[in-house]
């Protein structure tokens, strides 16, 4: 049972971690170094559908309806025990992102603030990384080194449908949609850590950190929509480093509590800086650092079926340029041997407090949102030789 046990929690706790704060979504699985087996594969993905809707936009209702976008998160790790001493884990996520769909009635308010009224922004990253672990026997238990690199690319996106870069526009053409488009094909970053272990008591304390990465483009476009013009384009912009804290330990047969505390640095994200033809502009965040904290309770009810639940408090990091608050989480995760390998798979719900977005601090137009709700599940498949 405690094989099972200590397998699992990534099931409940991927659920729940999907919907953190700011830009957030997926995590390396670098939990599959601490797996039995020579070689060990697991791949899976989750399902996120966050339901944020404005309820009023420059001082009126709004009736757009939500627009966040619904999005997956895959996720692929192979570990590969190389000595006794000596295992790495090759991974693939997708670490941050964000999609916005806006309707009219978010537009107007844009345009009555002489601002972009974008119907759409969104970005996304994908990191592939590989992650060693050196071990060794210390008192009872073992102690791990872990560090590594890894590649995140970025590929922004938005549209506006009333154009308000006049100056860079001929008069005839000026009030006319377009997208900007920003590609960063590869920024490199690493992660360092370090872990203590007993089996003997499925106790695990570890300490992980993951470098800030700098994303700059020089390759970008602005194109309209109506006229086959297009200008050329570049942005630059970070995206933050974190430090996470992770401990789990057996309380009782078939019984095992976990808990994790996570700093994440968005205060970097002050803003997207990117230029059209000479003009400098900026998406503007100013957010503050964010901090993650979530405890759980894992049981193991036979040798082949185990399940979790947690909760997860997420502390919003907005300032008042959007509408980034507090979040609470509740998921529930379960693996079952299932064929050769193990089948896992989780399910989360999300509550988004209410929250403002002013002028005054950064935002293209006023806006209010009552508390809303996000929802999430996800599943995964692990075998091992």
Not at 284 to 302: C, E, K, L, S
Not at 354 to 377: L, R
Request: proline share 3%; aromatic share 12%; net charge negative.
């Amino acid at each position: 049972m405690k094989k099972t046990l200590l397998c699992l929690l990534s099931a409940g706790a991927f659920a729940s971690a999907a919907h953190a704060g700011g830009f957030s979504r997926g995590e390396a699985d670098t939990d599959i170094l601490y797996e039995d087996g020579t070689v060990v594969i697991r791949s899976g993905a989750t399902w996120v559908s966050p339901q944020r809707e404005f309820e009023t936009t420059g001082g009126v209702a709004n009736d757009d309806g939500v627009f966040s976008e619904d999005y997956w998160i895959p996720s692929i790790a192979m570990k590969v025990k190389l000595h006794d001493r000596l295992a790495c884990a090759f991974t693939y996520t997708q670490p941050f992102g964000a999609d916005s769909n806006y309707g009219p009635d978010a537009q107007v308010a844009a345009l009555l603030n002489g601002n972009n009224p974008y119907g759409y922004k969104g970005f996304d990253t994908n990191e592939y990384a590989a992650t060693c672990d050196v071990n060794f026997e210390a008192g009872r238990g073992v102690f791990h080194v872990l560090g590594g690199g890894f590649i995140q690319d970025f590929s922004y996106t938005a549209h506006n449908v009333s154009n308000s870069y006049n100056s860079l526009l001929p008069s005839a053409l000026r009030n006319r949609g377009g997208t900007l488009e920003l590609d960063d094909s590869g920024s490199y970053g690493y992660r360092l850590g370090a872990a203590y272990e007993i089996k003997e008591y499925a106790l695990r304390v570890q300490l992980m950190y993951r470098s800030q990465i700098d994303h700059e483009t020089d390759s970008g476009s602005y194109s309209l929509d109506a006229f086959p013009i297009e200008r050329e384009a570049s942005g630059y912009g970070s995206l933050p480093q974190s430090l996470k804290l992770s401990v789990q330990t057996g309380v009782a047969p078939g019984w095992l509590v976990y808990g994790s505390v996570k700093w994440t640095d968005w205060s970097v994200l002050d803003a997207l800086n990117y230029n059209i033809a000479g003009t400098n502009y900026q998406d503007v965040y100013n957010w503050r650092d964010g901090w993650t904290i979530q405890a759980g309770v894992a049981h193991a009810f036979t040798e082949k079926v185990a399940g979790t639940i947690n909760v997860t408090w997420d502390k919003g990091v907005g300032t008042g340029a959007d509408i980034m608050t507090d979040t609470w989480t509740v998921a529930a995760g379960a693996a079952i041997k299932a064929g050769p390998g193990e089948l896992r798979f989780g399910a989360g719900i999300s509550y988004m407090t209410e929250g403002s977005q002013s002028v005054a601090q950064g935002a293209t137009y006023n806006a209010t949102a009552d508390g809303d709700w996000a929802y999430a599940v996800s599943g995964s498949y692990r075998i091992s030789f």
